[in-house]
């Protein structure tokens, strides 16, 4: 599952990374396969490579993927990369889905 989800992520990242709207990756056909795989496997591996090396796509699979039901944090926090990026990690602990051990200092941005 791993391998599939990281195709597919890279392949969206790719062949959008000069786009400046997120429109753009939502609509992407990779995209729109990975929202189709097994909610909880994907969640989980998209998790894992937040972790390991996070970047914009893999925040806006997480929110297609999850939906109402992903991660929240306060509107000043929109935009503010690092910060949501934390934010889904606490989430995907309490959840569950996460098992790597965050700092508790930085686990609340």
Same mark, same amino acid.
């Given at each position: 599952?791993? =391998?599939? *989800?990281?195709?597919?992520? #890279?392949? *969206?990242?790719? #062949? !959008?990374? &000069? @786009?400046?709207?997120?429109?753009v990756q939502i609509e %992407?056909?990779?995209?729109k396969e990975l929202v189709l795989l097994p909610k909880t496997d994907v969640t989980e591996v998209l998790l894992e490579m937040l972790d !390991? #090396?996070?970047?914009w796509t893999i925040l806006i699979a997480l929110r297609e993927i999850q939906g109402d039901d992903g991660a929240e944090w306060p =509107?000043?926090?929109? /935009?503010? &990369? =690092?910060?949501? *990026?934390? %934010? $889904?990690?606490? $989430? /995907? @602990?309490?959840? /569950?889905l996460f098992s790597a051990l965050l700092d508790t200092d930085e686990a609340e941005p």
């Open positions: 599952m791993r =391998e599939k *989800v990281q195709a597919l992520v #890279d392949k *969206v990242y790719e #062949d !959008t990374m &000069f @786009q400046s709207s997120p429109r %992407h056909p990779a995209m !390991t #090396d996070p970047n =509107e000043d926090d929109n /935009g503010r &990369f =690092e910060n949501m *990026v934390k %934010h $889904w990690l606490v $989430w /995907g @602990q309490r959840q /569950g």
